[in-house]
């Protein structure tokens, strides 16, 4: 299993499809404002990653390759869809909160990222755990942006009150900027900073 | 007793003060002790001493102590006498008639709205207090993430903190709370200077950054009426001119008083007349740019004039010179604009650059009121294309010295 628990481990780190690809940052802009869409994304776009990467490695020696990006599409949407009726089923208000972006999946490049780079050359067990790991990579850092985001431009978290009454009377105030999309691209640029201070590997050479 | 303190004394002039003889056996005596003294602690800052992780700061207080007497080794022999701790002293002494009266500006409006006593020692002795907290906090904290990313990263510490410092609290309203100013200055000086390489890298203004960062995070303490006078009681009408404009030029103060800037606004923008003083010492010593500085006044006034002839609502009535007297237009045109930094470098490059600062500007305050700094946001925004507007000049300059070349050899063929 050790290869597999790679496949999930290394997308949270120094393959992370966001700080390290910088795919899929667009979704990370819109749906970090709060924690609980942020979260519920991030479980959309791990299935649907997972799943997408399953069905392509299973089809990927019939697929011919000059219409595999229509192919790969086809599967997508109607995992995205699935998804997406399962919200509306189940958390409807969170579905509501995070309107377009649910079906905005289809064009997250991610999803698209794997299938071109990995499903469509490994095997179908493999690449359903590189589904899930980079998934997860993607889910760690909204979670991250969001808890920020969450913490200083609304005074809570997963949409309990957390910043205590008697700091805001004694002026204290919410950060609106938080809320706006831009913080959510420097908090991004923030996690990219320390976590190549981290990992000179990943800095390119001069 | 008094033996000691003689001893105490002369060991003390030893300290400061050395007498040599000279080669034509005349007494000198100069300052060296101190000279000394820090050669004598040099060795520990330098790589491989007992402090040499503060090697930056310790150089930052040397060369701000004494001249540094190291000369280039090769290429370059000839320097301009004006390096950039004078370019930015300039800049800072420039600053001082806006912070002068900015300080009294602030007491008065405060007093004039409490209905106090006119008394001066009342005006300033508010002002000074209302001010100086907002300044030393600036210093501080920029300052303070200065040197230690010179530390970490073993760059030299650099002036250009000195103008940022003050201009900070210039462009803040004047009791805005101390750490709002503080994470401020630490957003501007890390994400808008540090995070690009330091001073000279950044690729806007850091002072705009941190008016802008506190402008979107803050609304409530940075827009509306009530803000623009320190300790104001709630009765008394707080409006800067800007938040007037909506209304037409007959709900808003005179073009004199705007010009020598008894109103309620930032620190340092209300009083014309200091500004001028400053644009005028900048010019002088040829600092800032003459040509930004009058492409920002004429983009505004064509801007101005364009909507005083469309005239369709009362704002866009407002006689175009109002607005050069209005918020920080004079302000962001001087101090701002000009940063060397951020401006265009090309001449051409200039123009184009505030002409449209000038353009913008007035027509962000005038078509959307909700962001009545309309100066603010188009600087931000030209700081941006600047390094563009550069690059599409010199290409245009290339492009026709090549086509001159082109001509030229056909010519000559003939």
């Not at chain 1, 997250?108 to 071109?116: A, Q, S, T, W, Y």
């Not at chain 1, 493999?126 to 889910?139: K, M, P, Q, V």
């Not at chain 2, 009121?369 to 309309?374: Q, S, T």
Request: glycine share 8%.
């Amino acid at each position: 299993m050790g290869k597999f628990s790679k496949l999930i481990t290394e997308p949270l780190r120094k393959t992370n499809p966001i700080t390290v690809l910088v795919l899929g940052v667009c979704s990370c802009l819109a749906v970090t404002a709060k924690m609980k869409p942020a979260v519920v994304m991030a479980i959309s776009v791990t299935v649907v990653t997972a799943f997408s990467n399953l069905i392509i490695s299973l089809l990927r020696n019939g697929i011919p390759a000059r219409i595999r990006i229509i192919v790969q599409l086809v599967v997508v949407a109607a995992l995205v869809i699935l998804v997406d009726q399962f919200l509306k089923a189940f958390v409807y208000d969170v579905s509501k909160q995070l309107s377009v972006f649910v079906g905005l999946i289809i064009t997250n490049c991610i999803v698209m990222g794997r299938l071109e780079a990995y499903a469509m050359s490994h095997k179908p067990i493999e690449s359903f755990f590189d589904g899930i790991g980079n998934g997860l990579g993607y889910g760690l850092i909204l979670v991250i942006v969001a808890f920020f985001r969450e913490l200083l431009g609304s005074g809570s978290l997963w949409g309990f009150p957390i910043v205590p009454k008697a700091f805001y009377a004694a002026g204290y105030l919410n950060n609106s900027l938080m809320i706006l999309p831009p913080m959510a691209l420097i908090i991004v640029g923030i996690v990219i900073w320390i976590q190549r201070s981290r990992h000179p590997e990943l800095q390119e050479k001069k | 007793m008094q033996k000691n303190k003689t001893k105490f004394r002369r060991s003390l002039r030893d300290f400061f003060i050395v007498t040599d003889e000279t080669s034509d056996g005349k007494l000198r005596s100069h300052i060296t002790g101190l000279r000394r003294y820090i050669d004598k602690i040099k060795p520990n800052f330098m790589e491989g001493g007992r402090f040499s992780k503060l090697q930056s700061t310790f150089e930052a207080f040397e060369s701000f102590l004494f001249v540094p007497d190291e000369t280039t080794k090769c290429g370059v022999q000839i320097r301009d006498a004006v390096d950039m701790k004078r370019t930015m002293f300039f800049v800072v002494i420039a600053l001082i008639p806006t912070l002068l009266f900015g300080i009294w500006n602030v007491g008065y409006q405060h007093v004039l709205s409490c209905g106090d006593t006119l008394n001066f020692w009342n005006i300033i002795g508010f002002g000074l207090l209302t001010t100086l907290p907002t300044i030393v906090v600036s210093y501080v904290v920029g300052l303070a993430i200065e040197f230690a990313f010179a530390q970490i990263r073993h760059h030299q510490v650099n002036e250009g903190f000195l103008v940022t410092g003050l201009l900070i609290p210039l462009v803040l309203p004047p009791d805005i709370p101390l750490w709002m100013v503080a994470i401020a200055t630490a957003f501007a000086v890390i994400i808008g200077k540090e995070v690009f390489g330091g001073t000279g890298m950044n690729i806007v203004n850091p002072a705009l950054l941190a008016r802008a960062f506190l402008f979107f995070s803050y609304p409530s303490v940075m827009s509306g009426t009530s803000v623009w006078i320190a300790d104001k009681p709630d009765a008394f009408s707080g409006a800067t001119p800007l938040a007037l404009l909506e209304n037409g030029v007959s709900a808003m103060p005179s073009a004199w008083t705007m010009f020598w800037g008894g109103i309620p606004g930032s620190l340092g923008e209300t009083s014309k007349i200091a500004i001028l003083l400053g644009a005028i010492l900048l010019l002088v010593c040829g600092i800032a740019s003459l040509r930004i500085m009058a492409s920002i006044c004429i983009g505004g006034i064509a801007m101005g004039l364009v909507f005083n002839l469309i005239g369709g609502s009362t704002a866009m009535q407002v006689p175009f010179y109002y607005h050069l007297l209005m918020g920080g237009f004079a302000f962001g045109a001087v101090f701002m604009a000009t940063d060397p930094v951020t401006a265009p470098q090309t001449d051409r490059g200039k123009i184009i650059y505030g002409l449209l600062i000038g353009i913008f500007a007035v027509m962000i305050r005038v078509v959307n009121p909700a962001y009545a700094e309309g100066m603010m946001l188009a600087i931000l925004l030209m700081n941006v294309f600047s390094p563009l507007i550069d690059h599409c000049v010199i290409a245009k300059n290339i492009r026709m010295r090549k086509k001159r070349a082109i001509n030229h050899q056909k010519a000559t063929a003939k």
